[in-house]
T-cell receptor
């Protein structure tokens, strides 16, 4: 059973608008969450992370929100740019090295 | 050269071949990882090395054999693979993998796209 789920395989957004990527998890032991971005023919690139002691972390256009009670996190990108078009992976872990990844969401930002 | 590099980027091999994948990290990290990404599946952790010692073997078949000669280099030796082993193999590194502290962010290489015929 998947412990980290990204239920939307794809998302299409207009340039300048907000992109919201969602991720749900089932393991209450997870206390650290990351988002990675992946372009074709490249490895995943670390984007932003959040620990369970916070409910929000912001870095420029990227904000991650964590709702522990709902076991849900989301990545907001605003404003979205065509260069943001990529596959976004949500990952979760506890206080060791093991990361559990979701299947990814393909974001397409249209000019 | 910066970050995490992997060679070759693409590999086609027959089921009786022996080949090796190479990973090198230039980040001064102490931990290195092998992941497998099959089509429409999440990344699956295969092996973890911390300070050149294997700390995790995630039930990987013995036809995959990792080697970590030092903290900057990681190999994955392949022999008698099956067609279902065709996938993207990703290497990653992190500062530490001691399990004693907070989770360390992992940094990935570009991957080796493997096709087994």
């Amino acid at each position: 059973d998947q412990q980290v789920k990204q239920n939307s395989p794809s998302l299409s957004v207009q340039e300048g608008r907000i992109s919201i990527l969602n991720c749900d998890y089932t393991n209450s032991m997870f206390d650290y969450f990351l988002w990675y971005k992946k372009y074709p023919a490249e490895g995943p690139t670390f984007l932003i992370s959040i620990s369970s002691i916070k409910d929000k972390n912001e870095d420029g256009r990227f904000t991650v929100f964590l709702n522990k009670s709902a076991k849900h996190l989301s990545l907001h990108i605003v404003p979205s740019q065509p260069g943001d078009s990529a596959v976004y992976f949500c990952a979760a872990g506890s206080s060791n090295y093991k990361l559990t990844f979701g299947k990814g969401t393909l974001l397409t930002v249209n000019p | 050269e910066t970050g995490v590099t992997q060679t070759p980027r693409h590999l086609v091999m027959g089921m009786t071949n022996k080949k090796s994948l190479k990973c090198e990290q230039h980040l001064g990290h102490n931990a290195m990882y092998w992941y497998k990404q099959s089509a429409k599946k999440p990344l699956e952790l295969m092996f973890v090395y911390s300070l050149e010692e294997r700390v995790e073997n995630n039930s990987v078949p013995s036809r995959f054999s990792p080697e970590c000669p030092n903290s900057s280099h990681l190999f994955l030796h392949l022999h008698t693979l099956q067609p279902e082993d065709s996938a993207l193999y990703l290497c990653a590194s992190s500062q530490d993998a001691s399990g004693r502290g907070s989770l360390e962010t992992q940094y990935f290489g570009p991957g080796t796209r493997l096709l087994v015929l």
